[in-house]
């Protein structure tokens, strides 16, 4: 079946560092892949999202490249704000009959200190 | 445009109680699902749904029960709750049109405990 496998975390930066979050997936056809953000006591926001291979989704500085050929989706930034701190999954929908659904890897924690 | 509504926020249950965690959406998508999260696992889907009078279970459906008998309202029911079930429960809904996908709108979050 399909699963998502995200490095294991917590992460801690200083501010303005750079961020990766390794996101790599195993699945059947060719899915969309996605990055949601979970800011403390509230749901997921999708964050960035890529439909195809090579494509790159962005969104408020994050950037993340849908490779086929190493079946990943890293999620990545040039200069972490504190106001970034939050956990980010990543997530791949199969399209076909899986009905939207979507298979989350476990998310990771991101802290950004001043 | 409210998205997608949850409530309550918070509940505390008594084992072997039971409860319905209530949510609403206002965007007229057709798929809604049910989640729960657990520290440090991610997120695991208990039902879901593809439109009005059609469910389907998840990854872990024991111990809850769903219905969607409008496109709107999509309930999940606790029967006689167990400390296990503990955690914190989203509900999401999306829309597929065409060959785009835009992933889910996620509800607020309901955090439970059972003690």
């Known amino acids: 079946g399909d699963s998502v496998t995200q490095m294991e975390g917590p992460v801690t930066l200083s501010e303005e560092a750079f961020l990766t979050i390794n996101c790599t997936y195993t699945?059947?056809?060719?899915?969309?892949l996605f990055w949601y953000v979970q800011y403390p006591g509230e749901g997921l926001q999708l964050l960035l999202k890529?439909?195809?291979?090579?494509d790159k989704g962005s969104n408020k500085g994050f950037e993340a490249t849908y490779r086929k050929e190493t079946t990943s989706f890293h999620l990545e930034k040039g200069s972490v704000q504190v106001s970034d701190s939050a956990v980010y999954f990543c997530?791949?929908?199969?399209?076909?009959?899986?009905?939207?659904?979507?298979?989350f890897g476990q998310g990771t924690i991101l802290t950004v200190h001043p | 445009n409210a998205g997608v509504t949850q409530t309550p926020k918070f509940r505390i249950l008594k084992i072997g109680q039971s409860m319905t965690l209530q949510c609403t959406q206002d965007?007229?998508?057709?798929?809604m699902y049910w989640y729960r999260q657990d520290p440090g696992m991610g997120l695991k889907l208990i039902y879901y749904?593809?439109?009005?009078?059609?469910?389907d279970k998840g990854e872990v459906p024991n111990g809850y029960n769903v219905s969607r008998s409008t496109t709107e309202d999509f309930p999940l029911r606790l029967e006689l709750a167990a400390p296990s079930q503990t955690s914190v429960y989203f509900c999401?809904?999306?829309?597929?049109?065409?060959?785009?996908?835009?992933?889910?709108?996620f509800g607020s979050g309901t955090r439970l405990t059972v003690v």
């Open positions: 999401a809904s999306s829309s597929q049109t065409g060959l785009e996908y835009d992933g889910y709108t």
């Open positions: 699945a059947t056809g060719y899915p969309s």
């Open positions: 890529a439909t195809k291979a090579d």
């Open positions: 997530a791949l929908s199969d399209g076909g009959t899986s009905y939207g659904k979507l298979t």
């Open positions: 965007m007229n998508h057709n798929y």
């Open positions: 749904s593809v439109g009005a009078g059609i469910t």
